[in-house]
């Protein structure tokens, strides 16, 4: 497609259970990144892939939160055993950074609301 | 450490009238600046960027922002706003940290349009 695809648009499971959210970026895109966006707040970075390079984990608020990325292209969020204060949008963008051209904007896909019952 | 402050969570405005949105940052490096727009349920589209050069940046949908080192601020502006100019307003500062454009975002301004 044309912009960073991500599934599904919006995920609602109880507290305790996995969830694992999915992101497509756009085709020829080696960086990538995920972010949360709590209600009222910006956006809050998680984790950055680029390439094959080892991925920036930096943001990832616990050991409950980890990512993948599968051949240079989709990427998988997981979150286990899921707790309350996990709901809000998981946003995905991707851009065609890297270190000769680092600068390049990031496009974004339109998110997917977690709700945490 | 890089921050953004920007320093409205909401701006209301009349339709046609002007408005500006206050971005500033604080960073010891050079930086790259960002207008993001966000619709409701949508991601964030680019609005406009500023990497280096004129210190004036044109965008799209009629918004320009201009940089000033000094003030360490990069506001963003429209001489008219419409209706459908209401959406959430982020800025964020970008440094190149291990080869690539790490972004921190403001918390965002919420920009209601009046008829």
């Known amino acids: 497609g044309a912009g960073v695809s991500q599934s599904p648009s919006n995920k609602v499971t109880e507290k305790g259970k996995d969830v694992e959210l999915r992101c497509d970026p756009i085709?020829?895109?080696?960086?990538l990144y995920w972010y949360r966006q709590s209600l009222g707040q910006g956006l809050e970075f998680l984790i950055y892939f680029q390439g094959n390079s080892a991925p920036d984990k930096s943001g990832l608020p616990s050991d409950r939160f980890s990512a993948e990325r599968t051949g240079g292209s989709v990427s998988t969020l997981t979150i286990q055993r899921t707790q309350q204060e996990d709901s809000a949008v998981y946003l995905c963008?991707?851009?065609?950074?890297?270190?000769?051209?680092?600068?390049?904007?990031?496009?974004f896909g339109d998110g997917t609301r977690l709700s945490i019952l | 450490a890089q921050s953004v402050t920007q320093l409205d969570s909401q701006v209301p405005v009349f339709e046609e009238a002007p408005v500006e949105l206050r971005c500033n940052y604080s960073s010891s490096v050079s930086v790259y600046l960002f207008w993001y727009v966000q619709y409701p349920n949508q991601g964030l589209q680019l609005l406009l960027k500023?990497?280096?050069?004129?210190?004036l940046v044109k965008g799209i949908n009629g918004f320009e922002a201009e940089f000033n080192k000094s003030q360490t601020s990069f506001h963003l502006r429209k001489p008219s706003v419409h209706i459908s100019d209401t959406a959430e307003y982020f800025c964020?500062?970008?440094?190149?940290?291990?080869?690539?454009?790490?972004?921190?975002f403001g918390a965002g301004t919420r920009l209601a349009v009046h008829p």
């Open positions: 963008a991707s851009s065609n950074s890297g270190v000769a051209r680092p600068n390049q904007p990031q496009h």
């Open positions: 500023y990497l280096s050069g004129s210190t």
């Open positions: 964020a500062v970008g440094r190149i940290s291990g080869g690539y454009n790490k972004l921190i």
């Open positions: 085709s020829g895109h080696t960086a």
